[in-house]
């Protein structure tokens, strides 16, 4: 039997058993087919057509236009994913990601102008700025949950957009903030064509690191918490630590994402850098795409950022994209909770092949195995029946024999010690007792003059 610490799966467990003599080879349970592994080259191959296409796209762009438009959806695709890191994994809906996203931006243009860092020392150093900013911020605001932690988010993006439109002296206020090109001798095209590598690359490196944390340890710590904060901390997860580390891992993903952006554009304005809208498509990306999946939020920045860009070319500045962007997230709420990459993924497995664990047999085939087992499970029962019987005792062994007799005798003495009147059975009823009626029991219980040796005496 196995106990609690054989952690062995059923089929190794059954294959360690040893196999009694004579038992053959068709005793053993048969092995289940092996598995093509056709999702996982799917997989491979589809990541290395989105790596082609990626690379591919700054040559093929035909303008300089389409090409920031790429741009921007790369960063909307960096942004995503580095908020998929907070809601994704613990199920913590935060709108207030944007404030990091400024808090980048903004830190890598005051570092630039005001202390004459190199443009991606001040890059990183920003990043590292809002790492510490992200760890008393989150302290707090992760002691709530639900719609309290979504209030906040909103809070603290809405604190931070006061604080720079006011301080004109120090963030240019309403005014804006002119950041140094880092490049400043490549033409636009050229610009934009290493700007998007740039993106590519900070893209590639945030799925990587979603991709470890996602088989991980730690990972299965936090979707613990998604699932179920409570049990999880009851198990002994630690879920505050947990949580903690993920809010600043996301945060920091998105400061370097709005550090970026602002060595990229060179323009920067409060107003869009701290703007609720731009935690929003956040959201809204992560969940088109979907949250669980490691390309979620790029599927949803392609289709969101293209179609904003599309409404903004079309319709100027009118609100359509807002509505657009309305409308979009209705349709994911109501028919894609789970996002299109999930219910893409359970379209094909209800439409494809289905997995079975019963192998189908004809009849014929079915004989046949079962006149190749007889033999092998005939065989031992012989053997045994020759040995002496069921308990493997053989005639003629005298320790058997003197066994045998002693068990007689004993059974003897305790039917001479038995008056005649006493019950060979159990009083009571039930599974083990008298197949007698309640009135003959009850007759039984009453007491008896005994005849035996024992009253004599």
Same mark, same amino acid.
């Given at each position: ?6 952690? +062995? ?7 360690? +058993? ?8 068709? @005793? ?11 999702? !996982?080259?799917? !997989? ?40 998929? &890191?907070?809601?994704? #994994? ?31 020392? %001040?890059?990183?150093?920003?990043? @590292? ?15 709530? !949950? ?23 002296? #120090? $963030? ?8 140094? +090109?880092?490049?400043?001798? /490549? ?19 945030? =799925? ?43 945060? $920091? &993903? ?8 602002? =060595? ?7 107003? &869009? ?11 809204? /990306? ?41 409308? =979009? ?6 028919? /894609? ?6 219910? @893409? ?23 046949? +195995? ?34 045998? %007799? ?29 197949? !007698?009626?309640?009135?003959?029991? /009850? ?15």
């Amino acid at each position: 039997m196995p106990n609690a610490s054989d952690t +062995r799966p059923a089929s190794r467990r059954a294959a360690a +058993r040893p196999v009694p003599d004579g038992a053959g080879t068709a @005793a053993a349970p048969a092995a289940p087919p092996a598995r093509r592994p056709w999702g !996982r080259v799917a !997989r491979l191959v589809a990541l290395v057509v989105l790596a082609v296409v990626v690379l591919a796209f700054p040559t093929a762009a035909p303008n300089a236009y389409i090409l920031s438009a790429g741009i921007v959806v790369l960063s909307y695709a960096c942004t995503a994913t580095a908020w998929n &890191f907070m809601g994704g #994994f613990t199920g913590y809906v935060s709108l207030g990601h944007a404030a990091f996203f400024g808090l980048g931006a903004y830190g890598t243009g005051l570092l630039i102008r005001d202390l004459g860092l190199p443009s991606f020392v %001040a890059w990183l150093a920003a990043g @590292a700025i809002v790492l510490l900013v992200t760890i008393p911020v989150g302290i707090a605001a992760l002691r709530v !949950r639900g719609a309290s932690f979504v209030i906040v988010s909103i809070a603290f993006v809405l604190i931070l957009l006061l604080v720079f439109q006011a301080w004109g002296t #120090f $963030t240019g206020g309403s005014d804006g903030l002119v950041v140094p +090109r880092p490049f400043p001798d /490549m033409l636009r095209p050229e610009h934009h064509r290493t700007f998007f590598y740039l993106f590519a690359g900070l893209l590639a490196v945030m =799925l990587l690191a979603w991709w470890a944390i996602d088989r991980s340890r730690f990972g299965t710590g936090l979707k613990a918490v998604r699932e179920d904060e409570d049990k999880a901390q009851a198990l002994g997860v630690p879920t505050r630590n947990y949580k903690l580390v993920a809010y600043v891992v996301s945060a $920091t &993903f998105t400061g370097l994402a709005g550090g970026m952006y602002a =060595l990229w554009f060179g323009d920067l304005d409060p107003i &869009f850098q701290f703007s609720i809208m731009l935690g929003a498509y956040m959201v809204l /990306m992560a969940l088109l795409g979907g949250v669980r999946h490691l390309f979620g939020p790029l599927l949803g920045a392609v289709i969101v950022g293209t179609g904003l860009e599309y409404f903004k070319l079309e319709f100027g500045d009118t609100q359509f994209h807002l509505v657009a962007t309305a409308l =979009l997230l209705g349709v994911v709420v109501l028919f /894609m909770p789970d996002g299109i990459i999930p219910a @893409a993924q359970a379209l094909v497995k209800r439409f494809g092949p289905q997995d079975s664990s019963i192998r189908e047999m004809t009849a014929a085939e079915l004989l046949e +195995r079962n006149r190749a087992a007889a033999p092998a499970t005939t065989a031992p029962a012989e053997a045994t029946t020759d040995a002496g019987g069921p308990s493997g005792r053989r005639a003629g062994d005298p320790t058997a024999e003197r066994t045998t %007799a002693v068990g007689q005798e004993t059974r003897e003495g305790a039917a001479a010690t038995e008056g005649p009147g006493e019950d060979e059975g159990p009083r009571r009823g039930g599974p083990g007792g008298s197949s !007698r009626g309640t009135s003959e029991r /009850m007759e039984d219980a009453a007491p008896r003059p005994r005849t035996g040796p024992e009253e004599d005496r």
